[in-house]
C-alpha cells in the first residue's frame, strides 16, 4: 500500500505574497475550538458578534453586512449577480487583472457590460468616469479599490459622488485592502462592497465579507428576475444571518471561529493603528528595495501599502529568483499576472505578515540572490535604508 506522508512534512513558510498571508497564532488556535452545529445558539450569537465586528472594519452601519461561504472572487461573484440583472447597463472600470475578472462575470449576469480602461498600474480619475457615464448611463459602475495585480490604490470618495450623480450604484473590490487601508463605505458613499478573509484580514481563505447599502437592498429586493445563482443570493443568506434564521447551507463552522478570532485583533489592535503599520511597514519595503537599485512598478501617488509591485529588472530570471527564495529562504513573494507576467515581482506585507522584521528578512535575503543574476547589490544597503525608515517612522 502507498504512504501518504502526514501535515507535519509542509513546510512553514513566510508568505510575502499577494496571499494568503500569515495567519495569527490565535486566529489558528481558534479554527481548533470544538464544532457546534450551524443552528446551535453558541453560534448564532457568534454570528451576530461577526456582523458588528465587520460593520467596525467596513466603517458601515449597513444592516445587509456578513460573510459569505466561499472565497473574495465568490463574493465579487455575489456582489454581480445580485445587483445586475438582464439588459441592466454596466461599467465595469479596468486597469489590471481583477478588473477583467469583473468584466467576465457581469457579461455572465447578461448586463450590457462596458469598460472604462486605463493602464495597468494607473488609477481612475472622476472625470474618466464622469464622462463615461455622460456618454451611456448605467445603473452599475463596478472597480477595483486595490488592485492585486498591479499594487494600484485607486481613490473612491469622488468617483462614488459621480456615479450617485448620474444614478448608478457603486461597487468595490476591498480584496486586497480591507483591515490594511481605510475602507470608508459609508463615508465615501459606496453601495456594494466584498473582500476576502486571507489577506489583510490574516485568515485563512474561504469567506467573503460583503456589504450592501440601503440602496443596493433595493436594488436586489426590486429585481424582476430570480438573481441567477442561488448559493450566492443575498435575499436567501441574509435569511440565515439575520433574524429568521432560515436554513440555507451549512456554514463551515471553523473558518468562522478563524473570522472572528482575526476580526477581534483588528479590533483590539484600532483600525488607524493598523492602516499606520501597514503603511509603515511597506513605507521601509520601498526605501529598502531603491537603496539596493530596484524600482517600483506604481507611483507613490497611488502605491497600495498592502501590496508593492517591483520591476524585475533585465538580464533577472523571475522564476529562479522566486524559487531560490521559496527553497532557501522559506519565503514567498509571487511574480505578475497577464500582461505583467515576467516583468513585476508582488511582494504583500498583509495583516499578521506586515512587520519590520519581515521587511529585513525578505531585503537580506534579495541581497543574497539578485548578485548571483549579475545585478550588483551593495551589501547591506537595502536592509540599512529600511531600517533607517523604520527609525524615522
Known amino acids: 500500500m502507498p504512504e501518504y506522508p502526514a501535515l507535519t512534512s509542509i513546510p512553514r513558510r513566510l508568505l510575502l505574497g499577494p496571499g494568503p498571508s500569515d495567519v495569527h497564532p490565535r486566529v489558528l488556535a481558534a479554527m481548533s475550538t470544538p464544532l457546534v452545529g450551524h443552528l446551535d445558539p453558541a453560534f448564532l450569537e457568534l454570528m451576530n458578534r461577526t456582523r458588528e465586528l465587520l460593520r467596525a472594519v467596513f466603517q458601515t452601519q449597513n444592516e445587509l453586512t456578513l460573510p459569505i461561504a466561499g472565497t473574495g472572487s465568490a463574493g465579487m461573484e455575489a456582489a454581480l449577480c445580485n445587483l445586475i440583472e438582464e439588459g441592466d447597463e454596466v461599467l465595469i472600470a479596468i486597469n489590471g487583472y481583477f478588473g477583467e475578472r469583473m468584466y467576465e462575470m457581469a457579461l455572465r449576469c447578461r448586463g450590457n457590460v462596458r469598460r472604462l480602461e486605463a493602464p495597468w498600474g494607473q488609477v481612475f480619475s472622476p472625470e474618466q468616469v464622469e464622462a463615461a457615464l455622460r456618454e451611456r448611463p448605467a445603473r452599475l459602475v463596478a472597480m477595483v479599490h486595490a488592485e492585486t495585480s498591479t499594487g494600484a490604490l485607486q481613490p473612491v470618495e469622488e468617483i462614488a459622488q459621480v456615479a450617485h450623480r448620474y444614478g448608478a450604484l457603486l461597487l468595490l473590490d476591498t480584496v486586497t485592502s480591507l483591515g490594511g487601508v481605510p475602507v470608508e463605505i459609508d463615508r465615501w458613499g459606496v453601495d456594494a462592497c466584498y473582500s476576502g478573509t486571507q489577506k489583510c484580514l490574516s485568515c485563512p481563505p474561504g469567506l467573503a465579507p ?38 440555507h447551507h451549512t456554514a463551515p463552522i471553523s473558518m468562522n471561529y478563524a473570522l472572528y478570532e482575526a476580526l477581534r485583533l483588528v479590533h483590539e489592535e484600532g ?45 533577472v530570471n523571475d522564476a529562479r529568483v522566486r524559487g531560490r527564495l521559496l ?7 509571487s511574480g505578475g499576472l497577464g500582461d505583467l507576467k515576467g516583468k513585476i515581482w508582488r ?22 540572490v539578485l548578485p548571483d543574476e549579475g545585478f550588483p547589490v551593495t551589501p547591506g544597503a537595502g536592509a540599512e535604508a529600511a531600517a533607517q525608515a523604520l527609525r524615522q517612522d
Do not use: C
Open 210 to 247: 460583503i456589504t450592501l447599502s440601503p440602496a443596493a437592498r433595493e436594488k436586489l429586493n426590486r429585481r424582476r428576475t430570480k438573481v441567477q445563482s442561488w448559493y450566492l443570493d443575498l435575499s436567501l443568506i441574509e435569511k440565515y444571518w439575520g433574524q429568521e434564521r432560515i436554513y
Open 271 to 315: 483600525l488607524a493603528a493598523r492602516f499606520a503599520r501597514h503603511q509603515r511597514n511597506a513605507g521601509a519595503l520601498w526605501a529598502g528595495l531603491e537603496a539596493m537599485g530596484l524600482s517600483l512598478f506604481v507611483p507613490r501617488s497611488h502605491r497600495l501599502p498592502s501590496l508593492s509591485t517591483v520591476r524585475i529588472p533585465e538580464g
Open 327 to 333: 527553497n532557501d529562504f522559506n519565503i514567498e513573494i
Open 347 to 368: 511582494i504583500g506585507l498583509m495583516g499578521h505578515s506586515s512587520s519590520g522584521d519581515n521587511v529585513l528578512r525578505l531585503l537580506t535575503a534579495l541581497e543574497r
